[in-house]
C-alpha cells in the first residue's frame, strides 16, 4: 500500500477508537498517523525511510522489508517502550493502533506480511491487491469515508 492510503488508514482507526474511548480525538489521530507511517522505515522510498535514510538502511539491513517492523512483536516492543517511558496514553494507544492499521493494510497485498517475526510465515489476507491499483484506489476511497464519519463523531462535541 502507499504511504497515503496508510496516513488515512491510521486517521479511520485511530477516529474509530475515539468513538469507544475517552482519551482525547488529537492525540488519538496524531498518534494514529505517527503509527501508521512507523512500520516503512524498513523500506527506504517510503515517506519515513526518506526522512531518516540512515535509520532505515539500517534496519533494512538487520530485517528486510516488511518483517520485523511489520509483526505483532513491534507491537508489543514498541508498546512496553512508549510505556517505560511513560508516554501519553492518547499518543500511545494512537500510535499501536495506528501501527495495527499499517499491518492490516499490509497484508491485504500479495507480498504480505511477516506478522509473526521471527517466524518466516508471510501472513496475508484471503483477498489482496497490488499497490497502486484501482483496489487501492477503492480502499482508499473507503477509509477516507470512515475518516469523515467518524471524524464527525469524534469532533461534533469537541469545539
Ligand atoms: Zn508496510
Redesign the pocket.
Known amino acids: ?1 502507499t504511504g497515503n492510503t ?1 496516513i488515512i488508514g491510521g486517521l479511520a482507526a485511530s477516529l474509530a477508537i475515539s468513538q469507544v474511548t475517552d482519551y482525547d480525538p488529537v492525540l488519538l489521530v496524531v498518534g494514529g498517523v505517527i503509527g501508521a507511517i512507523l ?2 522505515i ?2 527506504g522510498g ?1 515517506k519515513i525511510g526518506r526522512t531518516f535514510p540512515f535509520l532505515s538502511k539500517i534496519i533494512n539491513k538487520i530485517f528486510g522489508h ?1 518483517s520485523f ?2 509483526s505483532l512483536l513491534f507491537i508489543l516492543l514498541l508498546a512496553a517502550m512508549m510505556n517505560y517511558f511513560s508516554w501519553n496514553k492518547a499518543i500511545m494507544m494512537g500510535i499501536s493502533v495506528g501501527v495495527a492499521s ?1 499491518l492490516i ?2 497484508m491485504a497485498t500479495k507480498n504480505g ?1 511477516k506478522l509473526f517475526f521471527p517466524l518466516k510465515v508471510t501472513v496475508r489476507l484471503p483477498i489482496t491487491t497490488r499497490t497502486g491499483s484501482i483496489v487501492e484506489s477503492i480502499v482508499f476511497a473507503v477509509l477516507s469515508l470512515l475518516t469523515v464519519y467518524f471524524g464527525y463523531g469524534a469532533f461534533t462535541n469537541y469545539f
Request: charged share 20%; proline share 7%; aromatic share 0%.
Open positions: 500500500m496508510h512500520p516503512d524498513c523500506h517510503s516488511r517492523t511489520h499499517h493494510l499490509d506480511v
